[in-house]
């Protein structure tokens, strides 16, 4: 059964900090990664998604790697700002080995406040 | 172009009592996913749909869950004899394809059952 471990569960930081966000699965066998943003009250929002044969994707201010192999992934978020303070949730799609399985399993996130 | 849209945002229902739940995916997305988040706890999977292929029930707590997919596009997520224990925020994702493509959720119904 995949496994999905985000540390830390919650991190408070001042505006302007570059910070990582970590993401550990058990099963490496997976077709891709997916980080998302959720605000209080309301849905997810899709940031990066890295596919398994990719080492890193980047989008503006957010940067997010893959290791397959060790089952890791981080979030870089550059010059942080109080915009960015919500839960950031990493999941995975896939990892039964030697079967089919779709499925996104997620982590239980990590909750960010950047103080202005 | 509209994202994936959920109906209702809120229901309040009584113990025992039966409710639908509703998503609307993006159009042309031949995958969809229901989820339920609890207060303090992580998504928990439910069921996956993808084009005619039979679902993944892996997920569903209770033979009192059932979803189905109507002509590949709407789904209803349907519970019956509500439990307080089913009081949470239901989520729907699609996604063009089940693997290696990115996956958008709708911004839930947030169900309490009281």
């Known amino acids: 059964k995949q496994e999905v471990t985000q540390i830390p569960a919650a991190l408070s930081v001042p505006e302007g900090e570059n910070l990582v966000l970590n993401c550990s699965f058990t099963?490496?066998?997976?077709?891709?990664l997916q980080w998302f943003r959720q605000d209080p009250g309301k849905g997810l929002t899709s940031l990066l998604l890295i596919q398994s044969s990719q080492r890193e994707q980047t989008s503006g201010r957010l940067n997010a790697s893959l290791d397959k192999s060790s089952g890791r992934s981080t979030l870089y978020i550059a010059a942080s700002q109080p915009g960015d303070s919500a839960t950031y949730l990493c999941a995975v799609n896939g990892g039964l080995s030697g079967g089919s399985n779709y499925k996104l399993t997620f982590g239980k996130g990590t909750l960010l406040t950047v103080n202005p | 172009g509209a994202g994936v849209s959920q109906s209702p945002s809120n229901k309040v229902t009584e113990k025992g009592k039966d409710v639908e739940l509703r998503c609307d995916p993006i159009s042309g997305h031949t995958a969809l996913y229901w989820y339920r988040q609890s207060l303090g706890q992580g998504l928990e999977f439910l069921i996956y749909f993808q084009g005619n292929s039979a679902p993944d029930k892996s997920g569903l707590p209770s033979d009192r869950f059932s979803a189905e997919r109507t002509g590949g596009s709407v789904s209803t997520l349907t519970i019956q004899r509500t439990q307080q224990e089913d009081s949470a925020v239901y989520l729907c994702?699609?996604?063009?394809?089940?693997?290696?493509?990115?996956?958008?959720f709708g911004q839930g119904t947030r169900l309490t059952v009281v």
């Open positions: 099963d490496s066998a997976i077709y891709n």
């Open positions: 994702a699609s996604s063009p394809l089940l693997e290696n493509t990115e996956a958008f």
